[in-house]
């Protein structure tokens, strides 16, 4: 319960990933993304037709609350880098782990430089080399 995730982006893997460590028992969750849930997302994301139009965090804290209502989670609606740093020193550290599902490379980035900091790890979904074929 004293276990924490940081969430870095809210979207169809970070909602699995988030559901699946409240599952698992981890009971402290800051979820930040700047997104709002379409039906377009609808076919991958955790989250159903009855959330479209939330904020994706919004939309994803209710999914954790009803998995474990003792759970402390918060949410912020914008990028990582706009998270006060007061914020991230409370909840960042090594009773924590830093998940980067962001769809840019700044945010996975900004979340390596955080978990560096705060001596957690970090596992991220980006993988951000573009595939190309070279001719010499």
């Not at 379409?38 to 904020?55: A, E, L």
């Not at 209710?62 to 998995?67: G, K, P, S, V, Y």
């Not at 740093?85 to 490379?105: E, H, M, T, Y």
Request: hydrophobic share 40%; with cysteine; proline share 2%.
């Amino acid at each position: 319960q004293d276990k924490g995730a940081l969430i870095v982006g809210c979207g169809s893997v970070g909602s699995l990933v988030a559901l699946e460590l409240a599952r698992a028992g981890v009971g402290r969750f800051l979820l930040v993304d700047n997104d709002i849930l379409g039906y377009h997302n609808i076919s991958r994301h955790q989250c159903g037709i009855s959330d479209v139009g939330k904020f994706k965090t919004i939309a994803l804290r209710e999914r954790i609350l009803d998995i474990n209502p003792s759970a402390d989670v918060e949410i912020k609606n914008c990028i990582l880098q706009e998270v006060s740093l007061a914020v991230l020193a409370k909840f960042c550290g090594p009773q924590s782990i830093a998940i980067g599902c962001a769809d840019n490379r700044e945010g996975d980035l900004y979340a390596n430089k955080i978990a560096l900091e705060s001596e957690m790890p970090l596992v991220s979904i980006g993988c951000w080399e573009r595939a190309s074929r070279r001719t010499q």
